[in-house]
């Protein structure tokens, strides 16, 4: 379908689409198999300015946004899901900067992240706040001129590989969500260690770890926004990142749908081609049409971000929720289509599957989204608003 991309941005998705299929397939599974960082694969992304695409051209950026951010996370998950994430997850971290940044927080962290130089995460989850974000128990003391943090977060994507790290922690425990605060913490700082790398069940190659921090001290001037309001800026980002997560969806969809198209031309029984099948043709064509509708929902939430809209929870959660539901329905008929061997390692359609589940989990769980999105519809006041 023809989505009135701009010519930079079919150039974009083009040589995204080309460094996935000349660079990211051939070691795809051996990082799944060996739970690699694909170190390799995010400098040749960093020297084909994908790190710069989501940032503004004033910082070393191309002056691209959400939608350029789709672009590149889609076809990098046609091919693998867990790269995209690693990549993705970065410009999560400088949209924060880019929100509710000072110009000498953007000026000093944002061209390293457009060059690809360094890598940023983002970190709210901890062991009991997950769906319930507001639990947090991290704290940042004002103490010897700057911010003292301890506690320790969770399942952080890129954690102990990013070099800049948005943490989020209270200022003031009382206050419970409205006592959280939004920090820049650096890899090196004292005080600021990694614990264990999680054991995955999908998207093996990007690394998801604890963040440990004790009487880990930061300048005033790390602190992003003013105090109190960092659950509130958490939520916003989100709203703002949801599509790129999306997209990761649809592009690992696409992959497996290709994948299925290609197994069923090519495998014979009853002396045909399984595609010959009705059962199997209507299968592709649900997958087909599940795909395409999640891609125009992602494009359009994407271009309704990028034209500045504010209140978009509700369209950034339909967009995830949509998406990562059919990425895990496509991704289990594929496997389905290749029958036996769809189960074996061999192939790669076990692998998406596997994959799949997670974008029904993170930044916000597919049952959470829905509360986002009914509650979107009752604050309306008519459906036509
Ligand atoms: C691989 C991976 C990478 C991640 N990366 C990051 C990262 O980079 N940064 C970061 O901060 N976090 C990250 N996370 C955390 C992720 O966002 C959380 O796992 C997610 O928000 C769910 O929280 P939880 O795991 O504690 O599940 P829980 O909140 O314990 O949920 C358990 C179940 O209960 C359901 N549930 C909970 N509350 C409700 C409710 N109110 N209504 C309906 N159902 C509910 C959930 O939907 C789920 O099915 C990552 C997680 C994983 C697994």
């Given at each position: 379908?023809?989505?009135?991309?701009?010519?930079?941005?079919?150039?974009?998705?083009?040589?995204?689409?080309?460094?996935?299929?000349?660079?990211?397939?051939?070691?795809?599974?051996?990082?799944?198999?060996?739970?690699?960082?694909?170190?390799?694969?995010?400098?040749?992304?960093?020297?084909?300015?994908?790190?710069?695409?989501?940032?503004?051209?004033?910082?070393?950026?191309?002056?691209?946004?959400?939608?350029?951010?789709?672009?590149?996370?889609?076809?990098?998950?046609?091919?693998?899901?867990?790269?995209?994430?690693?990549?993705?997850?970065?410009?999560?971290?400088?949209?924060?900067?880019?929100?509710?940044?000072?110009?000498?927080?953007?000026?000093?962290?944002?061209?390293?992240?457009?060059?690809?130089?360094?890598?940023?995460?983002?970190?709210?989850?901890?062991?009991?706040?997950?769906?319930?974000?507001?639990?947090?128990?991290?704290?940042?003391?004002?103490?010897?001129?700057?911010?003292?943090?301890?506690?320790?977060?969770?399942?952080?994507?890129?954690?102990?590989?990013?070099?800049?790290?948005?943490?989020?922690?209270?200022?003031?425990?009382?206050?419970?969500?409205?006592?959280?605060?939004?920090?820049?913490?650096?890899?090196?700082?004292?005080?600021?260690?990694?614990?264990?790398?999680?054991?995955?069940?999908?998207?093996?190659?990007?690394?998801?770890?604890?963040?440990?921090?004790?009487?880990?001290?930061?300048?005033?001037?790390?602190?992003?926004?003013?105090?109190?309001?960092?659950?509130?800026?958490?939520?916003?980002?989100?709203?703002?990142?949801?599509?790129?997560?999306?997209?990761?969806?649809?592009?690992?969809?696409?992959?497996?749908?290709?994948?299925?198209?290609?197994?069923?031309?090519?495998?014979?029984?009853?002396?045909?081609?399984?595609?010959?099948?009705?059962?199997?043709?209507?299968?592709?064509?649900?997958?087909?049409?599940?795909?395409?509708?999640?891609?125009?929902?992602?494009?359009?939430?994407?271009?309704?971000?990028?034209?500045?809209?504010?209140?978009?929870?509700?369209?950034?959660?339909?967009?995830?929720?949509?998406?990562?539901?059919?990425?895990?329905?496509?991704?289990?008929?594929?496997?389905?289509?290749?029958?036996?061997?769809?189960?074996?390692?061999?192939?790669?359609?076990?692998?998406?599957?596997?994959?799949?589940?997670?974008?029904?989990?993170?930044?916000?769980?597919?049952?959470?989204?829905?509360?986002?999105?009914?509650?979107?519809?009752?604050?309306?006041r008519t459906t036509s608003e």
């Open positions: 379908m023809e989505y009135c991309l701009t010519e930079q941005q079919k150039m974009i998705k083009n040589l995204a689409r080309r460094i996935a299929e000349e660079k990211i397939l051939p070691v795809r599974a051996a990082l799944d198999e060996n739970e690699e960082f694909p170190w390799a694969i995010m400098r040749d992304l960093a020297e084909s300015d994908m790190f710069r695409v989501f940032i503004p051209e004033e910082y070393d950026g191309l002056g691209g946004g959400c939608l350029e951010l789709c672009l590149v996370v889609e076809e990098i998950s046609r091919v693998c899901a867990g790269v995209a994430v690693s990549y993705a997850v970065s410009a999560l971290g400088s949209f924060t900067l880019l929100e509710y940044g000072t110009e000498e927080q953007k000026q000093k962290y944002l061209p390293d992240i457009a060059s690809g130089k360094k890598l940023a995460a983002f970190a709210l989850t901890e062991a009991t706040a997950g769906s319930d974000a507001s639990a947090i128990k991290t704290t940042a003391s004002r103490e010897k001129g700057g911010y003292v943090i301890n506690g320790t977060k969770q399942f952080i994507t890129n954690g102990g590989d990013a070099e800049i790290y948005t943490v989020v922690a209270l200022t003031a425990k009382e206050k419970g969500a409205r006592g959280a605060s939004m920090f820049l913490v650096e890899k090196e700082t004292p005080g600021f260690s990694f614990g264990k790398k999680e054991r995955k069940m999908g998207i093996r190659s990007s690394s998801t770890r604890e963040l440990v921090f004790r009487d880990c001290l930061i300048p005033e001037e790390n602190r992003i926004g003013r105090e109190g309001t960092g659950f509130i800026m958490a939520m916003r980002l989100f709203d703002r990142s949801r599509p790129g997560i999306a997209a990761q969806a649809v592009g690992l969809a696409q992959g497996a749908l290709e994948a299925s198209v290609d197994y069923a031309r090519q495998r014979i029984q009853f002396g045909h081609p399984i595609i010959s099948l009705q059962a199997i043709q209507h299968m592709l064509a649900n997958m087909a049409t599940d795909v395409e509708a999640a891609r125009a929902l992602v494009y359009a939430t994407a271009k309704t971000i990028d034209s500045g809209a504010k209140n978009i929870s509700m369209e950034s959660s339909m967009a995830k929720v949509f998406a990562s539901d059919v990425a895990m329905r496509v991704t289990t008929d594929a496997v389905q289509i290749f029958g036996g061997a769809g189960y074996m390692r061999d192939y790669p359609v076990e692998k998406m599957m596997r994959d799949a589940k997670i974008i029904q989990i993170y930044e916000g769980t597919n049952q959470v989204l829905r509360d986002t999105i009914a509650s979107g519809l009752r604050k309306r």
